[in-house]
């Protein structure tokens, strides 16, 4: 019988419900130890209790008052920015990995196909946010061609895809996406923009990704693209390029002014994506609440087959 890690979800809602229901149909190392809210009639408690899985609607002290809590090795927290900071502290203390799905930015920010086998060790990382797990996979494959001065991203969701912890955490969404384009995407300066599309029937979740860089290998960017499309891929099946990448030359007599930079000349890349979910709990329209649990879910089963590895060597 396959060994498996259990894990904990803090927060029972959309995020939430979502994600457990990934661990439960598709977890590989992985398994379910406890959902924890603070609405005892919440609909991802209710579903959770009808599965099997332990709850309790006493939030983090609630999780930690369990019996069995000493087994659960992995918590991911699907709450906000300002509650993390509170349940952070308390989990590491008891020596529990951390995967951050809010905008608090604690530990180092993660994006599997990019830089996840160099934080396994990091007692909290962090999912950067929603735009951040589509869009810088594609900063990072153009600035694996060429030195990357600015990357701009714009996350356009369905409206009706965006509940009260997106809304809640706008700012930190465009701060958090920002910095982590430049930390994790290799950009000397980058910029975050979030859409709520209230269009009926609700669309999917599209990504506008413009890169300006040095001079380089059109081909050769382009298929770096592609490249890491596929990577993605392999965890979110619905994530996918809508049209070929677009390609402009900035010459030096007319260059671009970049905030903070200045005027810049090079390679302009256009970069069009579409993310649709895998409807598990959520409407396939919300991509861009899947790309966050899918994400989520790929870090936690590197870090459960890590650590069953270390267990058997």
């Given at each position: 019988?396959?060994?498996?890690?259990?894990?904990?979800?803090?927060?029972?809602?959309?995020?939430?419900?979502?994600l457990?229901?990934?661990?439960?149909?598709?977890?590989?190392?992985?398994?379910?130890g406890?959902?924890?809210?603070?609405?005892?009639?919440?609909?991802?408690?209710?579903?959770?209790?009808?599965?099997?899985?332990?709850?309790?609607?006493?939030?983090?002290?609630?999780?930690?008052?369990?019996?069995?809590?000493?087994?659960?090795k992995i918590?991911?927290?699907?709450?906000?920015?300002?509650?993390?900071?509170?349940?952070?502290?308390?989990?590491?203390?008891?020596?529990?990995?951390?995967?951050?799905?809010?905008?608090?930015?604690?530990?180092?920010?993660?994006?599997?196909?990019?830089n996840l086998?160099e934080?396994?060790d990091?007692?909290?990382?962090?999912?950067?946010?929603?735009?951040?797990?589509?869009?810088?996979?594609m900063?990072?494959?153009?600035?694996?061609?060429?030195k990357?001065?600015?990357?701009?991203?714009?996350?356009?969701?369905?409206?009706?895809?965006?509940?009260p912890?997106?809304?809640?955490?706008?700012?930190?969404?465009t701060?958090?996406?920002a910095?982590?384009?430049?930390?994790?995407?290799?950009?000397?300066?980058?910029?975050?923009?979030?859409?709520?599309?209230?269009?009926?029937?609700?669309?999917?979740?599209?990504?506008?990704?413009?890169?300006?860089?040095?001079?380089?290998?059109?081909?050769?960017?382009?298929?770096?693209?592609?490249?890491?499309?596929?990577?993605?891929?392999?965890?979110?099946?619905?994530?996918?390029?809508?049209?070929?990448?677009?390609?402009?030359?900035?010459p030096?007599?007319?260059?671009?002014?970049?905030?903070?930079?200045?005027?810049?000349?090079?390679?302009?890349?256009?970069?069009?994506?579409?993310v649709?979910?895998?409807?598990?709990?959520?409407?396939?329209?919300a991509?861009?609440?899947d790309?966050?649990t899918?994400?989520?879910k790929?870090?936690?089963?590197?870090?459960?087959?890590t650590?069953?590895?270390?267990?058997?060597?």
């Open positions: 019988m396959q060994q498996r890690v259990k894990v904990a979800i803090i927060g029972s809602g959309n995020i939430g419900t979502d457990m229901i990934k661990i439960l149909r598709h977890g590989q190392y992985l398994e379910m406890a959902m924890v809210g603070i609405d005892p009639a919440s609909d991802g408690l209710a579903r959770a209790e009808s599965l099997g899985v332990p709850t309790t609607a006493d939030g983090i002290e609630g999780l930690l008052a369990m019996q069995d809590v000493d087994a659960i918590a991911f927290d699907a709450t906000s920015a300002g509650a993390h900071r509170h349940h952070s502290a308390l989990l590491e203390a008891r020596g529990i990995k951390v995967i951050d799905m809010t905008p608090a930015a604690i530990g180092p920010y993660v994006v599997p196909p990019i086998d934080h396994l990091a007692p909290n990382i962090n999912m950067v946010t929603c735009g951040g797990q589509a869009t810088i996979p900063v990072a494959a153009v600035a694996q061609v060429a990357v001065h600015y990357a701009e991203i714009v996350a356009s969701i369905a409206s009706k895809s965006a509940g912890g997106t809304r809640a955490n706008i700012d930190e969404f701060e958090t996406t910095k982590a384009i430049e930390v994790c995407g290799g950009a000397t300066r980058g910029k975050a923009i979030i859409v709520l599309n209230p269009a009926e029937p609700p669309l999917l979740m599209r990504d506008s990704i413009f890169v300006l860089s040095e001079p380089a290998d059109q081909a050769a960017i382009a298929a770096s693209v592609e490249e890491m499309a596929l990577a993605v891929q392999r965890y979110v099946p619905g994530y996918r390029l809508k049209q070929q990448v677009q390609f402009e030359e900035i030096a007599d007319a260059p671009l002014n970049v905030p903070g930079i200045g005027p810049v000349s090079g390679l302009k890349t256009s970069i069009y994506l579409e649709e979910g895998a409807a598990h709990y959520l409407p396939a329209y991509g861009n609440l790309i966050m899918s994400a989520a790929a870090c936690a089963e590197r870090l459960a087959e650590r069953l590895l270390a267990a058997t060597a």
